[in-house]
């Protein structure tokens, strides 16, 4: 009789958390006291976490010496390529920048040159196959804000949903509420970005006949909203087009994007605040 | 139980939720990550009933939710079931058994991970069974791997209970 009141009061009690936790995710004092609890837990588990960085490094050395010869064979490849395209864009550049002078042209924020980085580090990982969420420690007391962008040296990884003063949430491009407004630089087209299989994303709302090739570059289009004006600024990397795919039923191209960012190993991150905010 | 094992169960608990947050959710190999948290609650449940069982799910649970700003409640309520679950197999069946952390590592695992899908589930968010049975034999091996030295460890901390000193609701023969 004890053990079956125990069971259901505890029950009870954590229904009753979930109801008030998921009608008002990131507001209320439900919340407040989260992020307090968020705050007094992170000591322990930026701890933990520096006492596993040696073995995770040591692992990832022996994981990097085991690929690199090929990895190395590709990598001067690409930078032969990349080294044409950088002169091409270096002169590209000056031109657009000329011309937007002539033009007095409009624009909002745009990056990086209008955000500072607060770098800061992962000190959760996503727990379950559906947690598709870091914390990473660093949070209002930063600057950081909810939408506030995060990204690798790699490319863009997600955004923050919910803040505490010391610690964020950031959920990934993986999760499948995402969905980031891309441009395919290469071939000039708009689309959504949304999560894939795996690792992999999908650049959605593709009209069929516009020219999407294999590794064309897809970076973010830069989203202005009145109420998070900080979303995704214009021309983050997100990743390259790794196969274009055409049905006869469907009404868009299925454009599957590599991101640059490797999800399955963040570490180090930074997340891109106005540089006009403290 | 004493005061001194209910302290001993909620440190070996939040070492496991802290460690499992930290630094196992991000260790995947064949596609499954070791869950220390879930092992160590077997352990502890097994080792004191299902009361303690049920409260450490709940503790260890409300932490996980806490360090990853997740929604408050939901892992707590999948592990203070399992807690509860693993806690009366203890009592009852399991009492003396060698394999019973083994057996209750393994089943546990399989209910967790359908257990958070039917949460997920019954809250309207996006959820799969696909990536989940994907992942479960791994996860399952992984947890496998842990649940000797884990159970040596938890049990070295709790001294197992006298007969007498479990549930009386159900007799065993012999």
Wanted: cysteine-free; glycine content about 10%.
């Amino acid at each position: 009789m004890v053990r079956r009141s125990v069971l259901a009061a505890l029950v009870l009690v954590a229904l009753a958390l979930l109801t008030v936790s998921f009608r008002s995710p990131t507001s209320g004092a439900l919340h407040d006291v989260q992020g307090y609890g968020a705050t007094a837990l992170r000591p322990f588990q930026v701890a933990a976490e520096r006492v596993a960085r040696p073995f995770r490094d040591v692992y990832g050395y022996f994981d990097g010496l085991s690929k690199a010869k090929s990895e190395n064979a590709r990598l001067r490849r690409e930078v032969r390529e990349w080294q044409a395209v950088a002169s091409q864009s270096v002169a590209n550049e000056r031109q657009v920048a000329e011309l937007k002078r002539l033009l007095h042209f409009e624009e909002g924020p745009t990056f990086p040159q209008d955000y500072r980085s607060v770098n800061t580090t992962v000190i959760s990982f996503p727990n379950g196959p559906f947690a598709q969420e870091v914390t990473i420690e660093a949070g209002s007391s930063s600057g950081i804000r909810f939408g506030t962008p995060v990204v690798t040296a790699d490319g863009l990884i997600g955004h923050v949903t919910n803040v505490s003063p010391h610690t964020a949430t950031v959920t990934l491009l993986t999760d499948p509420t995402s969905a980031v407004t891309a441009r395919d630089v290469t071939a000039g087209v708009n689309g959504l970005i949304r999560h894939g299989q795996g690792s992999t994303l999908i650049l959605d709302q593709v009209p069929k006949q516009l020219p999407i090739a294999k590794n064309d570059i897809v970076v973010t289009l830069g989203t202005i909203d009145k109420h998070y004006p900080d979303l995704y600024p214009r021309g983050i990397p997100i990743g390259t087009v790794q196969s274009v795919g055409i049905s006869d039923t469907a009404s868009y191209l299925s454009v599957q994007v590599t991101p640059f960012a490797r999800f399955e190993s963040l570490d180090a991150v930074a997340a891109l605040v106005p540089k006009n905010r403290k | 139980m004493s005061a001194l094992d209910g302290v001993k169960a909620a440190v070996l608990l939040f070492v496991a939720a802290i460690l499992q947050v930290s630094i196992f959710a991000d260790v995947h190999v064949l596609g499954g990550a070791p869950d220390i948290l879930l092992v160590t609650l077997v352990a502890v449940a097994l080792l004191r009933g299902s009361i303690v069982g049920a409260l450490g799910g709940f503790f260890a649970g409300l932490l996980v939710d806490t360090a990853t700003l997740g929604t408050l409640g939901l892992t707590a309520l999948v592990l203070t079931i399992a807690g509860y679950w693993i806690g009366r197999y203890g009592e009852t069946t399991g009492r003396d058994r060698g394999h019973a952390p083994f057996t209750s590592v393994a089943v546990v695992t399989v209910l967790y991970l359908f257990g958070v899908v039917i949460v997920h589930f019954v809250l309207g968010e996006y959820t799969a069974a696909g990536p989940v049975a994907r992942g479960l034999l791994p996860e399952i091996a992984w947890n496998l791997i842990l649940t000797a030295p884990v159970y040596a460890l938890v049990r070295r901390l709790l001294r197992p209970l006298d007969r007498g000193d479990y549930a009386t609701e159900v007799q065993l023969l012999g």
